[in-house]
């Protein structure tokens, strides 16, 4: 024990201490010989007299049990991985100690917690979803060569939202054409990158650069921004990108949104429905059709089958 490799630095000490005193040196010499002081000798060297091998162990310490439980832990911090509006209706745009605590008090997980404690707890964690300022949900829907994008941003106003087309890369400058919502570059062999804002966006324009790709001298991107003024808004565009035989005329499209459901209607009569978000609890509406609810996404083609995907009901909508 006084030797092994295995056994503890603690108790490998004073075992080496009780070894030396049954060999009958003075407690000065085997404090000077292992490094310690004498009174941490002399004491170790009584309790070894006294209660033999056994007392060089370390004694059983009392501690004060935890207020809270982990599982009471994790169950305040559940709500923080999830928008305030989805967490059970709370009118939040972001979580934060504070409300946790109301929150978890409000629920019965505890009957009191301070938010300093919920601080804590939260700045344990290695992921930190809370400290993120918005929560964008995202959907798109395939019409040829057109996608159809949608956002839900969940943030306070006035943090902006960009979202852009695809990037296309040319030996000469592309030309730039923005023209109403519509924004598009256009490569010299006919590739056309089209970004079409339909409902959200605020500024339209294209980003144009040499020498920032590897595949050729000059890029361009077409993009938007939005200006948020209300905490929770909803983005919809139409992206694209086409090459010489494909006709790079985006298509008129009938957008209509209601709360977080959004419907587009495209000119060969297909419709698309979608939802961001927790779907609604009721049966959705579509070209007349009533969809078998909730749903996060529906396809009626005249060319294909309907494509029907069920969806999660809200929290605060099945209260």
């Not at 504070?98 to 009957?111: C, F, Q």
């Amino acid at each position: 024990m006084a030797y092994g490799h295995k056994t503890g630095r603690p108790l490998r000490v004073r075992a080496q201490i009780a070894l030396n005193a049954a060999r009958g040196r003075s407690n000065a010499r085997i404090a000077r010989e292992i490094g310690l002081h004498v009174d941490t000798v002399r004491c170790w060297r009584s309790r070894f007299a006294e209660h033999g091998l056994p007392s060089l162990a370390d004694r059983s310490r009392s501690s004060r049990s935890p207020a809270f439980s982990s599982l009471q832990a994790t169950q305040v911090k559940t709500p923080a991985c999830q928008p305030p509006a989805e967490s059970g209706g709370v009118p939040l745009s972001r979580w934060s100690a504070p409300e946790l605590a109301r929150e978890a008090m409000a629920r019965g997980i505890v009957t009191f917690v301070s938010a300093s404690t919920v601080r804590r707890w939260l700045g344990r964690d290695a992921p930190k979803p809370w400290q993120y300022h918005s929560w964008i949900f995202t959907a798109s829907a395939v019409w040829r060569a057109f996608e159809l994008r949608a956002h839900l941003v969940d943030a306070p106003p006035g943090l902006p939202l960009h979202d852009s087309g695809w990037q296309i890369s040319a030996d000469r400058p592309p030309h730039i054409r923005i023209i109403g919502r519509q924004a598009q570059a256009l490569s010299a062999d006919s590739l056309t990158s089209t970004f079409v804002s339909i409902i959200g966006h605020t500024d339209l324009l294209v980003a144009a650069a040499e020498g920032t790709s590897a595949f050729a001298r000059h890029t361009a991107i077409p993009y938007a921004t939005s200006r948020r003024t209300t905490a929770r808004t909803v983005h919809v565009a139409l992206v694209g990108l086409t090459g010489r035989d494909a006709d790079p005329t985006p298509p008129a499209v009938r957008c209509a949104v209601d709360g977080t459901t959004i419907t587009a209607g495209f000119p060969d009569g297909t419709r698309i429905l979608i939802s961001l978000g927790a779907a609604p609890a009721r049966s959705p509406v579509l070209d007349g059709v009533s969809l078998p609810g909730p749903v996060r996404y529906a396809r009626l083609s005249p060319e294909a089958e309907p494509v029907i995907i069920p969806g999660r009901v809200s929290p605060s909508a099945r209260r």
